[in-house]
């Protein structure tokens, strides 16, 4: 028993309870070996062999295609984190039109399919008879791709950030009031970013 308890023990945590980073990496690390495992024996099974050739053969094409993706990542993850504070501070305004429209933009992103909004994006404007936005060739389609993905994520970051808002002791607001600081001020420089109910509570969901 003892002896069982040993090897289980590598793979064992109590719920709500951090796992340290290499209990963590060699867990991450077993479940792969194990999906892969699981994989290649499926295959085997149904007759089908894997012939990776192409890889050495397109290794040029792969590596452009990895690149594009990690470019059009790293500019929509800057721009969503952007747009979403701001579509969170406006969910919060007194403004009703700002408030209701930021809440409309939310419930439509979030209620919709991302690649119909890349369509719409993308081929809306010529469909409207509008001059097309986008420039020429694959660049265009690049630069679309990256407004829709922005769009889209902004949406959820705008969630995560109000609920962070929230969690904010009223107590931080009256501080800055007290200060003599303005709402805009309040809000960019005591309750977003050094509130640490705000912090915790956002940043552990946008991490990757």
């Not at 064992?12 to 340290?20: K, L, Q």
């Not at 479940?31 to 024996?41: E, M, N, Q």
């Not at 007759?47 to 059009?72: E, H, K, P």
């Not at 962070?164 to 960019?188: D, H, N, R």
Request: aromatic fraction near 10%; include cysteine; proline fraction near 7%.
């Amino acid at each position: 028993m003892k002896r069982l308890t040993a090897i289980t023990r590598p793979f064992t945590a109590a719920a709500g309870v951090p796992v340290p980073p290499a209990k963590a990496a060699l867990n991450y690390l077993a479940v792969c070996v194990v999906v892969i495992a699981v994989v290649w024996a499926s295959l085997a099974a149904a007759g089908i062999s894997l012939n990776f050739d192409f890889v050495a053969q397109y290794r040029m094409r792969i590596w452009d295609g990895f690149c594009m993706t990690v470019g059009i990542s790293a500019a929509s993850l800057m721009l969503s984190l952007v747009l979403g504070v701001l579509v969170a501070a406006g969910q919060g305004v007194r403004f009703l039109p700002l408030r209701y429209l930021c809440d409309f933009y939310v419930k439509i992103i979030r209620g919709t399919p991302l690649m119909l909004q890349i369509i719409v994006i993308y081929l809306g404007p010529g469909l409207l008879g509008m001059a097309n936005p986008w420039p020429s060739g694959s660049g265009g389609r690049m630069v679309a791709a990256v407004v829709a993905f922005a769009i889209n994520y902004a949406c959820y970051f705008s969630e995560i950030y109000r609920g962070g808002i929230e969690a904010v002791p009223k107590g931080q607001t009256e501080a800055g009031q007290v200060l003599g600081m303005t709402k805009p001020q309040i809000f960019f420089k005591v309750t977003l970013l050094h509130a640490p109910a705000a912090t915790t509570a956002f940043l552990p969901t946008t991490a990757p």
